[in-house]
């Protein structure tokens, strides 16, 4: 990677470690939506039964949740029976906490900071107690060391030290803001893990300076050179389409050419609104993909669809299990059983289970990857292959190159 790619890369990394510090201001609206701690719970660290079950509402078979965790509130001063319409948050929450909760309601906490929101620089003028200068210095000579076996003082004696570091004794004598008396939390899904992950990908691209086209693409894109109308026109370069009951439109074809004709590590972007035929495209380049793949006879390509969202991720494993037509005849449907669909969904460990109840999964590999699950793929491809040559032999190699002959002639 050159000079600039780093730079761009450390910018990058920085803004997402600034995001997901959590946020540390918050209005009474805002308390609503979150679940309120008592002060009994913040001292010994094991929430109720009833804050237990709102957690794992939605998720009845994973043994932990994750949440964010947010123990020291401080609420702005009452004067006369009336809070100062002086512009300042409702509730101040500076310390952030990425934390696992048990089936017992045990908080195990993960990683601890100060909410960026908070700390200088900000690009405005706003309420702050702190620098982001102060908290890293005192999470690089002292971070969080916290595990199931730790007593809870460790976790609130870190959670104190880190605010007097950055605001030494905040709140007292703040004449705004005093103690609140509660905690607040909330369900943090799967967005701590993921971006821990991403910035541990940041971490490893910036150590080991791997060469990869598609990243520098990314990060400094070379001057687009002028289109090429012959490209768009080239309708041999489709050989694959998902279903032969829809045509694609005009843009669909000219995205799919240009798709074809890109070199490594050149970037393709289609914007387009829900409904607009992006899922339908992606199946066609794939199709694509696949028949090239067959014509070479090489291995079909490993294509990933990723979002930070798993709805987006699910809408194209759905649709490669569905939109893709069986055909007709006896090259139709599927040589292989029990796959349902030309996808896996690749979840969060926390969602596998879930997951697995409805998607293809990372099991299915290991199912079919089994030695008892690679014969039985091989027979009933072998069977299928037979119906459709009876006059090739039964030898694999034979009936591949059969397959190709008559793909290339199509």
Known sequence: MNRSVDDVLRYWR??????????GKFSERDRQRLIELSSETLKGGVLPEGAVGKLFKDAPKAKVVAVRFWPLVVAKRIYHGQARADGLPDLVAPVVTEALVDRDGQILPQRNAIARDLLTPLPNDEFTIGAVEAMDRFLTEEP?????????????????????AVAKGWPTGDLHYGAAGFGLLELAEDASATIRNILDLYDKLL??????PLLEELVSPASAAAADPRIEKALAR????????????????????????AQLGEVIAVNGPPGTGKTTLLLSAVAGLWVRAALNGGDPPVIVATSSNNQAVTNIIDAFGKDFAAGEGPLAGRWIPDVSSYGIFLPANSRRQEAAEKYQTDDLQTRLESQEGFQGAKDAWLSSACV??????????DLVAALQRDIGAA
Not at 16 to 22: F, R, T, W
Not at 207 to 212: K, T
Not at 239 to 250: C, K, R, Y
Not at 388 to 397: E, H, L, Q, R
Request: glycine share 8%; charged share 25%; with cysteine.
């Open 14 to 23: 920085t803004s997402l470690a600034d995001g997901a510090l959590g946020e």
């Open 144 to 164: 969080l060391r916290y595990d199931g076996s730790s007593d809870w003082s460790v976790y609130l004696s870190h959670c104190r030290k880190m605010v007097d």
């Open 207 to 212: 150590a080991d300076r791997p060469d990869i």
């Open 238 to 261: 489709r050989l694959g389409h998902s279903n032969p009951h829809f045509p694609l439109a005009e843009q669909q074809r000219q995205v799919l050419a240009w798709l074809d004709a």
């Open 388 to 397: 459709a040559y009876p006059n090739v032999k039964g030898d694999v190699s």
